[in-house]
T-cell receptor, first 113, second 110 residues
């Protein structure tokens, strides 16, 4: 399909490990967003890219979290020294422009043991 | 901090009944969106409301934006089992960043 895809769909890791989560946006979409959805909560904004640059990273909880989008398409969310509290569904969304509708991927379910 | 409060958090009704869920905030948003999310999937946009007092209809779903642009409601007429899902409201607080509520979990029993 032509929707937003995220890999892996599920990731189980141990406390202290490093993880990378990948997002493939809809082709041609210039804006890309990462959100985190904890159990029983709505999605929480993490970071927003316009093209290759992070236009707003104010939602990243701390410096263990980092995201890149080197070619303005695929993005990777990186989490260092994972903690049990990082367990959540990480959602990616893309939009054609800054004010356009966001289309969400199915998410990556991260479980930190 | 949850900028948007949704109520009720959980609602179970019989097929054919009507229901209304609410989304309230102390903040004013430039626009407010309603999404539906099913298990294992990302949220899917249903509607965007922009103007205070605006009413939008999507088949059996009616969305209303409060006059002060701080609150919204979703009314479902003659609910069907296919309406079961988590309904999320989200406010745009700049640069298309969305602040979501916790959601209204709706279950329609056949």
């Amino acid at each position: 399909g032509a929707g937003v895809s995220q890999t892996p769909s599920n990731k189980v890791t141990e406390k202290g490990k490093y993880v990378e989560l990948r997002c493939d946006p809809i082709s041609g979409h210039t804006a890309l967003y990462w959100y985190r959805q904890s159990l029983g909560q709505g999605p929480e904004f993490l970071i927003y890219f316009q093209g290759t640059g992070a236009a707003d990273d104010s939602g990243l909880p701390n410096d263990r979290f980092f995201a890149v989008r080197p070619e303005g398409s695929v993005s990777t969310l990186k989490i260092q020294r994972t903690e049990r509290g990082d367990s959540a569904v990480y959602l990616c969304a893309s939009s054609q422009g800054q004010t356009e509708t966001q289309y969400f991927g199915p998410g990556t379910r991260l479980l930190v043991l | 901090t949850q900028l948007l409060e949704q109520s009720p958090q959980f609602l179970s009704i019989q097929e054919g009944e009507n229901l209304t869920v609410y989304c309230n905030s102390s903040s004013v948003f430039s626009s407010l969106q309603w999404y539906r999310q099913e298990p294992g999937e990302g949220p899917v946009l249903l509607v965007t409301v922009v103007t205070g007092g605006e009413v939008k209809k999507l088949k059996r779903l009616t969305f209303q934006f409060g006059d002060a642009r701080k609150d919204s409601s979703l009314h479902i007429t003659a609910a069907q089992p296919g309406d079961t899902g988590l309904y999320l409201c989200a406010g745009d607080y700049g640069n298309n960043r969305l602040a979501f509520g916790k959601g209204n979990q709706v279950v329609v029993i056949p």
